[in-house]
């Protein structure tokens, strides 16, 4: 499969961070994400229960199957441990703590982004990854600026049973905080990147004793993607050939 492009690797690193979730809510923000999330739903975790943001659960073709207003979403699902987001960052440091609010002092930051939004409540509450679609030094910071997305260090302080900071994918690979005392570890590098263009492009130390390769999606996902879930070939705008 030497056809296989960068960001259908990263659409079936994506779907892996689903695996093994069962019947939970999960909530990809963004395009890659949530053709992941679609990806896993179609093959190797059907359990998973897909929302459209609103008020209905829908499958992975978008056919309402169900009903789950928002309010249940915070009441029964959020602070239960019930629900995995995956969310953007503009950073994220060696803690695992992201920042999607401002760069620079908060009082007066250099730059004004989306505001802390539900990085808090989904961090202290459930499963959150996060998906990184230009990995560089400029997203991988030694502190955030602003914490918005709870990290371990912070979360050890607390007693947070549904705290997991899962994995970070990126268009270079995958991260967790898996190390010794949640120490970033790289898991793998994508085809065709090498481990030192990782740490290289990474403001802190990553542990890579047991990095491996990214796996390539199956013959089988790819019909899936290609077909069916992106025929417009959409996700080569966000991570390019």
């Not at 990214?214 to 959409?234: K, N, Q, V």
Request: with cysteine; hydrophobic share 35%.
């Amino acid at each position: 499969m030497s056809d296989v492009t960068r960001a259908e690797v990263c659409v079936a690193a994506c779907a892996d961070l689903f695996r093994g979730d069962g019947e939970i809510v999960v909530s990809p923000m963004g395009f890659i994400p949530a053709l992941g999330a679609k990806l896993a739903r179609l093959t190797f975790e059907p359990d998973i229960l897909l929302s459209d943001g609103e008020a209905s659960l829908v499958t992975a073709d978008g056919v309402v199957e169900g009903w789950q207003p928002f309010r249940k979403v915070l009441d029964t699902v959020v602070p239960h441990g019930k629900r995995h987001v995956v969310m953007g960052a503009n950073q994220v440091d060696r803690h695992g703590n992201q920042n999607i609010s401002a760069i620079g002092p908060h009082g007066k930051p250099v730059k004004q982004l989306l505001g802390v939004r539900g990085g808090p409540g989904n961090t202290v509450n459930h499963r959150t990854s996060y998906w990184v679609p230009r990995h560089g030094k400029r997203v991988f910071v030694e502190q955030v600026d602003v914490v918005s997305g709870v990290g371990y260090q912070r979360a050890s302080e607390l007693s947070l049973p549904y705290h997991d900071v899962h994995r970070v994918v990126t268009n270079l690979g995958v991260l967790d905080f898996g190390g010794p005392g949640h120490a970033p570890r790289l898991l793998s590098v994508h085809p065709g990147v090498s481990v030192d263009e990782v740490t290289e492009a990474t403001s802190f130390p990553l542990g890579t004793s047991d990095t491996v390769e990214t796996r390539l999606p199956t013959a089988g996902e790819l019909e899936i993607l290609r077909t069916r879930l992106d025929p417009d070939s959409l996700r080569d705008k966000e991570v390019p050939r």
